[in-house]
Every structure is written in C-alpha cells, then in structure tokens.
C-alpha cells in the first residue's frame, strides 16, 4: 500500500486548502483512514479520521472547520480545512490503520505518506 498527499500550500489566516491521499495497492479486511499533523519539535498528534462505515471524528480544536471525506471508487482519503488558523501550520500526513476501530495513536498505523506542507500566515 503507498499514500501520496497533495494540495498543501500557503494560505492566510481564515482561508481554505483541500487535501487528498491517493492511495494504491489492495487492502482486503476492514480498515481506518487517518490525517495527522506534526510541527518541529512536537509530536505527531491525529486531527481526523474515518472508518470503512463513514463515521468521522475529529480532534476538537478542528471540529466544525476540517471535514475528512473519502472516494472509495478513486481510493482517495480528502481533507478540506476551512478558516485556517496559524496553530493548524504543519506536516500533514495520512494513514492507514488495518483495524475497524480507529484510534488517535499514530503507532497504530500501518501505512504513511509522506507528508504535505500547510502554512498559514496571518
């Protein structure tokens, strides 16, 4: 399985970038998708997730202005940040968890990418 993100960018403070992770290869047992984001010096902390039924979470600091969708027929994992602050800059990476259940823990994920740039100025 390989993840590629794309759509990281610069934007200002309030403005809007979407993600997406393709996704190649087969998975064949149930599994959650994740995004994830990390700064320099802290550690990796889950911002969405959802499972093969479509349930969604989201870590509260992003709730009502990240919405994580995904497009099985083209195997693509979304991200659509709204109202983008500073404190969302980072790395943003997705992931695959080969259990129904998804966590927040990033060593429970089987598969990354390899990331993709967010800055945010004010």
């Known amino acids: 399985v390989e993840l590629v993100e794309s759509g990281g960018g610069s934007v200002q403070a309030g403005g809007s970038l979407r993600l997406s992770c393709e996704r190649s290869?087969?998975?064949?047992?149930?599994?959650?998708m994740g995004w994830f984001r990390q700064v320099p010096g802290k550690v990796r902390e889950g911002v969405a997730n959802i499972d093969m039924d479509g349930s969604r979470d989201y870590i509260d600091s992003v709730k009502g202005r990240f919405t994580i969708s995904q497009d099985n027929a083209k195997k693509t994992l979304y991200l659509q940040m709204n109202s983008l602050k500073q404190e969302d800059a980072a790395m943003y990476y997705c992931?695959?968890?080969?259990?129904?259940?998804?966590?927040?823990?990033?060593?429970?994920?089987?598969?990354w990418g390899q990331g993709t740039q967010v800055t945010v100025s004010s």
């Open positions: 992931a695959v968890d080969l259990r129904s259940t998804c966590s927040w823990y990033p060593g429970g994920y089987n598969y």
């Open positions: 290869g087969v998975i064949d047992r149930s599994y959650c």
